[in-house]
């Protein structure tokens, strides 16, 4: 056994994972406030992605400047669609409002085929130094500054939650909409706050993706990738969500080694984390940290 090789793996795969735990995060963001579940979440990354390599490719910015002005568009980009096309379907079932995120899905993947082409472009040199040397092991500049990153957002969650009156006021509007209306809070000023907030932190992860593996419409697989992160952390929950991301980026990885020494099967990689959705809802369909909801009739 390559006991290099496995630990090379989980070290990625805590990395990714906590890139997963960062996109999992919106996923749960979106549904702790509107009770929906969000299918264009992975457009959102690859919105962001797109969006950030035009800026760097066309306007030649620095990586920094176009980075954050991509997180400005992103955020802009969040409140416009909540408002124009989600609002108006507020007390609507929540089944029609996941259709529209479905279609949402399919309508950004075609337009920014459209605008882009198909074929995987790169994103121009941002390090000098493509790799660096961490306890012997090779990892990507581009994975650690995802991990920089990751940790930062996951820091800010915390902060934000716990002490800024937004974020008080959408902790109150996922617990009872009903109570934060009477407590004098906008839901929908909520709602609004929670896709901005989503959309932000998706075209973050879009970035880093990017800038390690290129971008095309296959970045937009990572919101259905990062969904079973989800269900195995809970679905309204932010902890959940970052603990169900880092195991899905571990268990991927570890297939992908198990895969390669002994099955030879040449698929563990992508399947290995739904094979665990289907387990986690069979056995806890609310996750490890989510909420059981019991019904009295």
């Not at 109150?172 to 009477?182: G, I």
């Not at 959309?199 to 880093?208: L, N, R, T």
């Amino acid at each position: 056994m390559n006991a290099a090789l496995l630990f090379q793996l989980v070290l990625n795969g805590l990395i990714v994972g906590a890139l997963y735990g960062v996109v999992a995060m919106s996923f749960v963001l979106i549904y702790k406030a509107s009770q929906v579940v969000n299918f264009a979440q992975g457009e959102f990354l690859l919105i962001g992605a797109w969006a950030c390599w035009w800026l760097l490719s066309e306007f030649h910015l620095p990586f920094v400047l176009g980075f954050l002005v991509t997180l400005v568009f992103m955020m802009v980009f969040g409140l416009v669609l909540q408002v124009v096309v989600l609002r108006p379907l507020i007390g609507e079932p929540v089944i029609s409002v996941i259709m529209v995120t479905i279609g949402l899905s399919i309508f950004f993947q075609a337009l920014m085929k459209w605008m882009f082409g198909v074929f995987a472009q790169p994103y121009p040199e941002i390090f000098p130094v493509a790799q660096v040397d961490v306890f012997g092991l090779q990892v990507q500049t581009a994975y650690l500054m995802s991990l920089a990153i990751s940790l930062l957002i996951m820091a800010g969650f915390g902060v934000f939650f716990q002490y800024s009156k937004h974020g008080l006021a959408m902790r109150a509007t996922a617990f009872d909409q009903q109570v934060a209306q009477s407590l004098g809070i906008s839901v929908r000023q909520m709602f609004a706050l929670s896709w901005a907030i989503s959309a932000v932190v998706s075209a973050v992860a879009g970035v880093v993706v990017g800038v390690v593996n290129g971008v095309s419409s296959a970045l937009s697989f990572y919101g259905i990738k990062v969904f079973p992160a989800v269900i195995l952390g809970g679905l309204d929950s932010v902890v959940g969500g970052v603990v169900g991301g880092v195991i899905v980026g571990v268990l991927e990885n570890v297939a992908q080694f198990v895969d390669a020494e002994f099955l030879n099967w040449g698929n563990m990689f992508t399947i290995a984390p739904f094979y665990v959705l289907i387990l986690i809802l069979m056995i806890r369909p609310y996750g490890l940290f989510g909420t059981r909801d019991i019904e009295r009739v």
